[in-house]
């Protein structure tokens, strides 16, 4: 009868906090003249500033989320928004050729690249492992280690130790754990000693396409 062992990760320990939020990014400024200053109604050059706004993760930029654009009069020295202005500046404003070909940022999309770089590894790595899995099954050694995922819903290993025909001897691992993760930490000489059993080739093959077998490591 093997013994169980149950481990429970706990809580990890950081002062590391993440935030999410937006910030803003100088990308453009400059001035526009003969604008009229809805505020003191003069005739005056603009000073303006665009700026790039994005949210981020913590230092991550995620993805941008429009622009902001910012302007002082050069006479009354007030602050003023796009909206502002009446529909002719505006006009007048937006197809200024600097600001009509202000280009976002391209590391204000590191987030979504970051996302998509992972999700290709991850699919690769999916794929790949797979096929390695596949490969491996279908040519057992011994020493070759099964991960398992028992009817109890714990997850254990079994280690092949000699290949003799069509039969496969094993030896169960004596301990199990409740989280998949951890099998690596129960996988040591010492942990398979008495629980033996035999297989055919075809039983393993069998465990595997039923997904009790969920992946193999071989040190050759």
């Known amino acids: ?20 939020g937006t910030k803003t990014h100088l ?7 003969d604008v009229d200053c809805p505020k ?8 303006y500033r665009i700026y790039s706004k994005y949210v981020h993760l913590t230092m991550i930029p995620l993805f941008p ?13 007030v602050d003023l928004d796009y909206e502002d202005f009446s529909e002719n500046d505006k006009h007048k404003i937006i197809n200024q050729k600097e600001i009509k070909n202000t280009e976002t940022p391209f590391w204000t999309y590191s987030g979504i690249a970051l996302a998509i770089g992972f999700l290709m590894y991850g699919i690769n790595y999916y794929i790949e492992n797979n096929h390695l899995i596949e490969e491996r099954i279908k040519t057992p050694i011994s020493g070759d280690v099964y991960n398992l995922k028992l009817d109890t819903g714990y997850y254990s ?4 130790d000699k290949i003799s025909n069509d ?13 998949p993760f951890d099998v690596d930490e129960i996988d040591i000489p010492e942990n398979y000693t008495e629980s033996k059993a035999i297989y055919s080739k075809k039983e ?3 465990l595997y396409e039923k997904d009790i077998i969920s992946s193999i490591k071989r040190n050759k």
């Open 204 to 206: 393993i093959l069998d």
């Open 167 to 179: 039969s496969i001897y094993t030896t169960q691992n004596d301990y199990q754990t409740n989280l």
């Open 157 to 160: 290993t079994i280690r092949i």
């Open 27 to 33: 990308i453009q400024e400059g001035q526009i003249k």
């Open 40 to 47: 003191c109604s003069g005739n005056n050059s603009l000073t």
């Open 1 to 20: 009868m093997t013994t169980e062992l149950l481990k429970f990760v706990s809580p990890i320990k950081t002062d590391m906090i993440i935030l999410i």
């Open 65 to 77: 989320v429009g622009k902001i654009f910012e302007s002082e009069c050069s006479n009354c020295n």
